[in-house]
T-cell receptor, first 113, second 112 residues
Framework: GAVVSQHPSRVICKSGTSVKIECRSL??????MFWYRQFPKQSLMLMAT?????????EQGVEKDKFLINHASLTLSTLTVTSAHPEDSSFYIC?????????FGPGTRLTVT | KQEVTQIPAALSVPEGENLVLNCSFT??????LQWFRQDPGKGLTSLLL?????REQTSGRLNASLDKSSGRSTLYIAASQPGDSATYLC???????????FGIGTKLQVIP
Protein backbone atom coordinates (compact mmCIF):
# COMPACT_ATOMS: atom_id res chain seq x y z
CA GLY A 1 0.00 0.00 0.00
CA ALA A 2 0.90 3.65 -0.29
CA VAL A 3 3.25 5.01 2.37
CA VAL A 4 3.20 8.44 3.95
CA SER A 5 5.94 9.58 6.29
CA GLN A 6 6.11 12.42 8.76
CA HIS A 7 9.11 14.06 10.32
CA PRO A 8 9.76 14.55 13.15
CA SER A 9 7.73 12.00 15.07
CA ARG A 10 8.11 13.98 18.28
CA VAL A 11 9.18 17.54 18.94
CA ILE A 12 9.42 19.66 22.06
CA CYS A 13 9.77 23.38 21.62
CA LYS A 14 9.67 26.44 23.79
CA SER A 15 6.76 28.83 23.78
CA GLY A 16 7.18 31.52 21.14
CA THR A 17 9.30 29.49 18.76
CA SER A 18 8.26 27.96 15.45
CA VAL A 19 8.35 24.33 14.44
CA LYS A 20 8.09 22.72 11.02
CA ILE A 21 6.53 19.32 10.35
CA GLU A 22 7.09 17.51 7.06
CA CYS A 23 4.71 15.12 5.34
CA ARG A 24 5.94 13.02 2.44
CA SER A 25 4.25 10.53 0.15
CA LEU A 26 7.00 8.00 -0.49
CA UNK A 27 5.76 5.91 -3.36
CA UNK A 28 3.05 7.94 -5.05
CA UNK A 29 2.31 11.47 -6.10
CA UNK A 30 -0.29 13.31 -4.06
CA UNK A 31 -1.92 16.36 -5.55
CA UNK A 32 -3.82 16.85 -2.32
CA MET A 33 -2.63 16.51 1.25
CA PHE A 34 -4.59 17.11 4.43
CA TRP A 35 -3.49 18.22 7.87
CA TYR A 36 -5.35 17.09 10.98
CA ARG A 37 -5.00 17.78 14.68
CA GLN A 38 -5.99 15.40 17.41
CA PHE A 39 -6.36 16.36 21.06
CA PRO A 40 -6.38 13.66 23.76
CA LYS A 41 -9.46 11.46 23.68
CA GLN A 42 -10.86 13.35 20.72
CA SER A 43 -11.14 12.50 17.07
CA LEU A 44 -9.16 13.96 14.23
CA MET A 45 -10.14 17.45 13.22
CA LEU A 46 -9.28 18.66 9.75
CA MET A 47 -7.19 21.81 9.83
CA ALA A 48 -6.51 22.46 6.18
CA THR A 49 -6.42 21.03 2.69
CA UNK A 50 -3.19 21.47 0.79
CA UNK A 51 -2.98 21.36 -2.99
CA UNK A 52 0.32 21.23 -4.80
CA UNK A 53 1.30 24.60 -6.18
CA UNK A 54 -1.55 26.57 -4.65
CA UNK A 55 -2.56 28.09 -1.35
CA UNK A 56 -3.98 25.85 1.32
CA UNK A 57 -7.65 25.96 2.23
CA UNK A 58 -8.17 26.30 5.97
CA GLU A 59 -11.12 25.08 7.98
CA GLN A 60 -13.18 27.52 9.94
CA GLY A 61 -11.47 28.53 13.16
CA VAL A 62 -7.95 27.59 12.04
CA GLU A 63 -5.59 30.57 11.88
CA LYS A 64 -3.78 30.53 8.56
CA ASP A 65 -1.09 32.90 9.79
CA LYS A 66 -0.33 30.63 12.70
CA PHE A 67 -0.38 27.33 10.84
CA LEU A 68 1.57 27.89 7.64
CA ILE A 69 1.18 25.19 5.04
CA ASN A 70 3.35 24.76 1.99
CA HIS A 71 2.81 22.09 -0.67
CA ALA A 72 5.81 22.67 -2.90
CA SER A 73 5.86 19.35 -4.71
CA LEU A 74 3.66 16.34 -5.39
CA THR A 75 5.36 14.42 -2.60
CA LEU A 76 5.96 17.00 0.12
CA SER A 77 3.79 19.24 2.26
CA THR A 78 4.97 21.11 5.34
CA LEU A 79 3.11 22.53 8.31
CA THR A 80 4.82 25.26 10.30
CA VAL A 81 3.39 26.17 13.68
CA THR A 82 4.50 29.75 14.26
CA SER A 83 4.91 31.36 17.66
CA ALA A 84 3.85 28.15 19.32
CA HIS A 85 2.01 28.22 22.64
CA PRO A 86 1.27 25.41 25.10
CA GLU A 87 -2.30 25.16 23.78
CA ASP A 88 -0.84 24.16 20.40
CA SER A 89 0.46 20.98 22.00
CA SER A 90 -1.26 18.20 20.13
CA PHE A 91 -0.88 15.26 17.79
CA TYR A 92 -0.64 16.42 14.17
CA ILE A 93 -1.35 13.95 11.40
CA CYS A 94 -1.14 14.42 7.67
CA UNK A 95 -2.71 12.40 4.91
CA UNK A 96 -2.12 12.19 1.20
CA UNK A 97 -4.77 11.20 -1.22
CA UNK A 98 -4.62 8.95 -4.19
CA UNK A 99 -7.92 8.63 -6.02
CA UNK A 100 -10.59 8.22 -3.32
CA UNK A 101 -8.52 6.81 -0.51
CA UNK A 102 -6.50 8.74 2.02
CA UNK A 103 -3.24 7.40 3.36
CA PHE A 104 -2.17 8.68 6.73
CA GLY A 105 1.21 9.47 8.14
CA PRO A 106 2.34 8.21 11.55
CA GLY A 107 1.76 11.57 13.20
CA THR A 108 3.89 14.13 15.02
CA ARG A 109 3.55 14.72 18.74
CA LEU A 110 4.17 18.41 19.45
CA THR A 111 4.77 19.57 23.00
CA VAL A 112 5.17 23.27 23.66
CA THR A 113 6.69 24.13 27.02
CA LYS B 1 -22.74 19.32 7.86
CA GLN B 2 -21.76 15.69 8.18
CA GLU B 3 -21.85 14.29 11.71
CA VAL B 4 -20.42 10.90 12.55
CA THR B 5 -21.26 8.91 15.66
CA GLN B 6 -19.59 5.74 16.83
CA ILE B 7 -21.08 3.37 19.36
CA PRO B 8 -19.91 2.07 21.73
CA ALA B 9 -17.20 4.51 22.81
CA ALA B 10 -15.34 1.67 24.50
CA LEU B 11 -15.59 -2.08 24.43
CA SER B 12 -13.82 -4.80 26.37
CA VAL B 13 -14.17 -8.42 25.26
CA PRO B 14 -12.44 -11.72 25.98
CA GLU B 15 -10.15 -13.15 23.36
CA GLY B 16 -11.91 -15.19 20.69
CA GLU B 17 -15.18 -13.31 20.82
CA ASN B 18 -16.81 -11.89 17.71
CA LEU B 19 -17.77 -8.23 17.93
CA VAL B 20 -19.47 -5.43 16.03
CA LEU B 21 -18.56 -1.76 15.99
CA ASN B 22 -21.12 0.76 14.79
CA CYS B 23 -20.82 3.98 12.84
CA SER B 24 -23.70 6.26 11.90
CA PHE B 25 -23.66 9.39 9.77
CA THR B 26 -26.19 12.12 9.06
CA UNK B 27 -25.63 12.88 5.39
CA UNK B 28 -26.17 9.75 3.34
CA UNK B 29 -24.96 11.30 0.07
CA UNK B 30 -21.55 9.65 0.35
CA UNK B 31 -19.40 7.88 -2.21
CA UNK B 32 -17.47 5.72 0.23
CA LEU B 33 -16.70 5.08 3.88
CA GLN B 34 -13.41 4.11 5.40
CA TRP B 35 -12.52 2.28 8.60
CA PHE B 36 -9.21 2.93 10.32
CA ARG B 37 -7.31 1.59 13.25
CA GLN B 38 -5.26 3.81 15.56
CA ASP B 39 -2.86 2.46 18.15
CA PRO B 40 -2.05 4.72 21.14
CA GLY B 41 0.16 7.62 20.11
CA LYS B 42 0.31 6.41 16.54
CA GLY B 43 -1.09 7.41 13.18
CA LEU B 44 -3.92 5.75 11.32
CA THR B 45 -3.89 2.44 9.51
CA SER B 46 -6.51 1.97 6.83
CA LEU B 47 -8.49 -1.23 7.34
CA LEU B 48 -11.25 -1.18 4.79
CA LEU B 49 -12.61 1.19 2.17
CA UNK B 50 -16.16 0.43 1.14
CA UNK B 51 -17.66 2.11 -1.89
CA UNK B 52 -21.22 3.41 -1.88
CA UNK B 53 -22.13 0.83 -4.54
CA UNK B 54 -20.96 -1.99 -2.27
CA ARG B 55 -22.79 -3.41 0.69
CA GLU B 56 -19.84 -5.27 2.18
CA GLN B 57 -16.08 -5.39 2.09
CA THR B 58 -13.94 -8.08 3.69
CA SER B 59 -10.30 -8.33 4.69
CA GLY B 60 -9.24 -11.32 6.71
CA ARG B 61 -11.18 -11.37 9.98
CA LEU B 62 -12.71 -7.97 9.27
CA ASN B 63 -15.96 -7.32 7.48
CA ALA B 64 -17.44 -3.88 6.93
CA SER B 65 -20.99 -3.28 5.79
CA LEU B 66 -22.59 -0.10 4.54
CA ASP B 67 -26.24 0.89 4.45
CA LYS B 68 -26.38 4.34 2.92
CA SER B 69 -30.13 4.73 3.18
CA SER B 70 -30.08 4.33 6.94
CA GLY B 71 -26.76 6.14 7.39
CA ARG B 72 -25.02 3.22 9.06
CA SER B 73 -21.91 1.14 8.76
CA THR B 74 -20.70 -1.73 10.89
CA LEU B 75 -17.28 -3.26 11.34
CA TYR B 76 -17.39 -6.91 12.29
CA ILE B 77 -14.29 -8.48 13.84
CA ALA B 78 -14.26 -12.24 14.02
CA ALA B 79 -12.36 -14.27 16.58
CA SER B 80 -10.85 -11.23 18.28
CA GLN B 81 -7.22 -11.30 19.41
CA PRO B 82 -5.29 -9.17 21.94
CA GLY B 83 -3.46 -7.60 18.99
CA ASP B 84 -6.78 -6.16 17.84
CA SER B 85 -6.77 -3.84 20.85
CA ALA B 86 -6.81 -0.30 19.45
CA THR B 87 -9.17 2.55 18.66
CA TYR B 88 -11.27 2.06 15.55
CA LEU B 89 -12.36 5.11 13.60
CA CYS B 90 -14.77 5.47 10.75
CA UNK B 91 -14.40 8.32 8.26
CA UNK B 92 -17.13 9.61 6.00
CA UNK B 93 -16.94 12.11 3.11
CA UNK B 94 -18.19 15.49 4.23
CA UNK B 95 -18.35 17.83 1.28
CA UNK B 96 -15.44 19.19 -0.66
CA UNK B 97 -13.04 17.11 -2.65
CA UNK B 98 -11.92 14.12 -0.55
CA UNK B 99 -12.67 15.83 2.75
CA UNK B 100 -13.78 13.44 5.44
CA UNK B 101 -15.25 13.67 8.91
CA PHE B 102 -14.12 11.22 11.55
CA GLY B 103 -16.07 9.68 14.36
CA ILE B 104 -14.57 9.85 17.83
CA GLY B 105 -13.81 6.14 17.64
CA THR B 106 -14.43 2.97 19.58
CA LYS B 107 -11.67 1.94 21.94
CA LEU B 108 -11.42 -1.83 21.87
CA GLN B 109 -9.65 -3.94 24.44
CA VAL B 110 -9.34 -7.67 23.86
CA ILE B 111 -8.46 -9.49 27.04
CA PRO B 112 -6.26 -12.60 26.78
Amino acid sequence: GAVVSQHPSRVICKSGTSVKIECRSLDFQATTMFWYRQFPKQSLMLMATSNEGSKATYEQGVEKDKFLINHASLTLSTLTVTSAHPEDSSFYICSASSTEEQYFGPGTRLTVT
Amino acid sequence: KQEVTQIPAALSVPEGENLVLNCSFTDSAIYNLQWFRQDPGKGLTSLLLIQSSQREQTSGRLNASLDKSSGRSTLYIAASQPGDSATYLCAVPSGGYQKVTFGIGTKLQVIP
